[in-house]
């Protein structure tokens, strides 16, 4: 398909980003526990699809069960294929696609990558509240290489927050402190705005190891789970 369809079927809006991206990946809302159900029938249709998903223990009088679950309850993500968006929005099990602003809201590759690499290890992943602000710091070794996000501590252990951002949703995954730098490049935007913090300011230009500070839920932030505010379209 030609760029400038795909350009005219999203709307001038984000015509930068279509231009960066010739086939970004977006995403499908569906029904509550349909995730499987919708991921299996877009494959069957020849959709490029990615449901990301995690272990976890179920504890049952007699016995225990691992399982897996969504790390983005009720969203199927969708890479391309856009010009058959009809054929998606009306497989068995989807509610609509995901809009902002009216449009088709697309998801930065990277964040796609980010998430895909931290799941293909060994690494312990779970969903984790929205958290868009923070010390930020690049992962220098290990499996994520290269990866940016957010450091926090819970119960003892680091966590590296990765976020998307379209979803306004987060997950955590374990790491080692001593496996990440500060992320300049994006401290000093935050400088640029005044809002780069104390600790990681001190690391700026020097490779340092950020502090890790404790993470505390915002007032406002979005839990996982939450229905987006910005309703979606159904074609």
């Known amino acids: 398909m030609e760029e400038r369809e795909i ?5 001038g809006g984000i015509t930068s980003v279509i231009t ?16 499987k159900t919708v991921a299996d029938g877009l494959i069957a249709k020849g959709f490029e699809v990615f449901l990301p998903v995690y272990n976890s223990v179920r504890h049952w009088k007699d016995r225990k069960k691992t399982i897996s679950i969504p790390l983005f309850p009720c ?7 856009l010009y058959r968006r009809h054929q998606a929005v009306t497989t068995p099990g989807v509610y609509a696609i995901l809009s902002s602003g009216g449009q088709i809201a697309t998801i930065p590759e990277i964040e796609i990558t980010a998430i895909q690499r931290s799941i293909s290890g060994s690494l312990q992943v779970e969903p984790h509240p929205f958290l868009n602000c923070g ?13 940016s996000g957010i450091l926090l ?34 401290a000093s ?4 705005s ?6 990681l300011a001190e ?20 839990g996982v789970g939450d229905k987006p505010d910005d309703i979606p379209i159904s074609a």
Not at 20 to 35: C, F, M, S, V
Not at 174 to 182: G, L, M, P
Not at 189 to 192: F, T
Request: charged letters at 25%; glycine letters at 10%; aromatic letters at 6%.
């Open 203 to 222: 690391g700026l230009g020097h490779g340092r190891q950020v502090e890790v500070h404790e993470y505390r839920k915002q007032p406002h932030s979005t």
């Open 7 to 11: 350009m005219e079927m999203l709307g």
């Open 153 to 186: 501590r819970k119960k003892g252990q680091c966590r590296l927050i990765l976020s998307v951002d379209t979803l306004a949703r987060s997950i955590a995954v374990e790491i080692n402190a001593s496996d990440v730098e500060a992320d300049v490049y994006s």
């Open 20 to 35: 960066a991206e010739i086939t970004p990946w977006w995403a499908l809302y569906t029904k509550h526990q349909h995730e």
């Open 75 to 81: 969203y199927v993500f969708v890479h391309g294929g």
């Open 189 to 192: 935007e935050s400088l640029i």
């Open 194 to 199: 005044g809002q780069v913090t104390g600790s």
């Open 135 to 147: 010390d930020r710091v690049r992962v220098v070794r290990g499996l994520l290489e290269g990866v």
